[in-house]
């Protein structure tokens, strides 16, 4: 059975312009003598579509663009595996499912509803759909197919030593004769993402004895960025045909031979969350409707890696890098931004603030009264630069792109209106000691376009004069080990200070910094996840709240 893999890159309900990619995909394969052809979870409406599924038109299009697949690949004598949803026959408020559906000759003639919702993390289906109550085989040329949604084949309870859910519907499936398994998945990238779904996968085909089929979507839709990272196993749990990551492809398997395409997918994880950023930011730019970018250079190493990616994202000649030196700004700062933007190819321009902040001061100094300079004038210089940005950016209808990364955020370190100002916050899922592995790919890829002195130099905000970020914060090695146990991992200060060997009021000092600033990062722009627990739509807790640990 030959079976190819359609690894997409949809856009949320862009319904017509799906299809169409999956009837593209379709001709190609089977012009390679494909007999069946697998594309990803909810394929047709694009993941996720959060509360579109609350409109019954919403519904109502996906099953009517469902049927238009069916009829423009009836011609094609390929049998096709796609993701979709569709109204509930159930009784409860929710009215839709999510179903994968097999479609051969013009019509539909096999749905295979998801049973397993999940509800952590980015997840949230449960909010929206009617599980399945029962898994059955497809009987499709001949084999009897367990086809799966997503986190149907996540709950293999001889894997983790804690399965989220008492049921496990590949074990169901298979009992009642699959020969073989396709899973198709919407699954969002992160750090170390692709090397545990092989590893599911694999132990799931030497568990059963049968070849399975993933298939992933890819491409960046708000805050997720799903890398692809398809492939194929045969029964033994070898690999036998894989798919780029974070591009789209087409993979070709014959499952009685074993063999199959193996493309390229970045083995190296540093590479694998650039090329994530940088398909996360071209997506979000292309899908809101946005094509140039504007980058608020500092020739600090965050606003150099942002505007890096943003190249590669891009092109140069879209993307403006925009100097803004204030009062206490070194010459260094503004030689490197220079040096790093001819580099680069783009455009770059010189907005100081120092005379605007000198009037403004004038204007506050006789309310301020007696008060000493403090944060306020800081975090003024800062506003400055966000009002600076947001002008050019209504001017030349350009995005802005925040520079800040997940270390500052996490603890507070920035300014609201500020230096948070934008439309899309690149690398604020990257902690700062991974920003500067980052940058190294960058200057691979960009013949060290970002100067050196950008590596070496103390980082700071230059708000005050000779300001390092150490007077404020641990030194990032530090603070990046507290910030993923605290954060990423829910681990309890005392806890985390006793395993790192750290004192204990620092650690409880970075931690109330997280829970205070809470206030901060749910009106930041949306970020791109890389990381396993990233500030956004993953992370819910409450602004108005006084438990500490």
Same mark, same amino acid.
């Given at each position: ?46 993941? +996720? +579509? ?24 009836? +011609? ?18 929710? =009215? ?37 109550? =029962? ?127 193996? =493309? ?181 890829? =960009? ?17 005050? +004069? ?84």
């Amino acid at each position: 059975m030959r079976i190819a893999l359609g690894q997409i890159n949809t856009t949320v309900g862009d319904m017509a312009g799906n299809v169409a990619r999956m009837v593209d995909a379709a001709k190609k394969a089977a012009g390679r003598n494909a007999e069946i052809v697998v594309f990803p979870e909810l394929a047709v409406t694009g993941y +996720p +579509p959060r509360d579109l599924m609350e409109k019954p038109s919403f519904v109502e299009r996906a099953e009517q663009e469902l049927a238009r697949l069916a009829e423009l690949t009836a +011609p094609l004598g390929i049998a096709v595996v796609a993701g979709c949803i569709a109204r509930s026959q159930s009784d409860t408020g929710k =009215h839709a499912v999510n179903i994968a559906a097999v479609l051969q000759n013009g019509r539909e003639v096999f749905r295979q509803t998801k049973m397993l919702l999940p509800t952590y993390d980015v997840f949230d289906e449960g909010r929206y759909f009617v599980p399945a109550t =029962h898994q059955e085989a497809c009987e499709l040329n001949g084999r009897r197919l367990g086809i799966i949604v997503c986190e149907d084949a996540w709950n293999d309870k001889q894997y983790w030593q804690r399965p989220l859910y008492e049921r496990d519907p590949v074990q169901e499936l298979l009992a009642g004769g699959g020969q073989a398994l396709i899973s198709i998945n919407a699954s969002p990238f992160h750090m170390g993402k692709r090397a545990l779904r092989r590893e599911i996968f694999q132990a799931t085909a030497r568990r059963y004895g049968v070849p399975v089929i993933y298939v992933n979507q890819v491409g960046g839709n708000d805050q997720l960025v799903f890398d692809g990272s398809s492939f194929a196993i045969d029964k033994d749990g070898e690999v036998i045909g894989s798919a780029c990551s974070f591009q789209e492809d087409l993979v070709l398997v014959d499952l009685d031979t074993r063999q199959g395409d193996r =493309h390229e997918n970045l083995p190296e994880e540093t590479e694998a969350v650039y090329e994530a950023l940088v398909l996360g930011t071209r997506d979000y730019l292309g899908k809101c409707g946005f094509s140039r970018v504007l980058v608020g250079l500092s020739g600090g190493i965050d606003s150099s890696l942002t505007a890096a990616i943003a190249v590669d994202a891009v092109g140069a000649a879209n993307v403006t890098g925009v100097a803004m030196p204030g009062p206490f700004s070194s010459d260094h700062s503004l030689t490197d931004a220079r040096a790093m933007a001819e580099a680069l190819g783009v455009r770059f321009e010189v907005a100081p603030i120092g005379n605007t902040y000198t009037e403004f001061l004038k204007v506050l100094d006789p309310i301020f009264g007696a008060t000493e300079r403090d944060v306020t004038e800081e975090n003024l210089q800062a506003r400055l630069r966000g009002v600076t940005l947001m002008a050019l950016s209504n001017k030349w209808n350009s995005l802005v792109l925040t520079t800040g990364n997940k270390s500052e955020l996490a603890v507070g370190y920035c300014t609201l209106y500020g230096d948070m100002s934008g439309g899309l916050a690149v690398i604020s899922d990257v902690p700062k000691t991974l920003v500067y592995e980052l940058s190294r790919v960058a200057n691979r890829r =960009h013949r060290n376009a970002i100067p050196e002195n950008v590596f070496t130099k103390p980082p700071s905000a230059e708000l005050r +004069p000779d300001q390092k970020d150490s007077d404020s914060l641990p030194p990032y090695e530090t603070l990046d080990v507290v910030l993923k146990a605290y954060v990423e991992e829910y681990e309890a200060p005392a806890a985390i200070a006793a395993r790192l060997g750290l004192p204990l009021e620092l650690v409880r000092d970075i931690a109330r910094k997280v829970d205070r600033s809470e206030y901060k990062r749910q009106q930041a722009a949306p970020g791109l996840k890389v990381t396993t627990k990233a500030f956004g739509i993953g992370r819910r807790f409450p602004i108005a709240q006084r438990f500490t640990e």
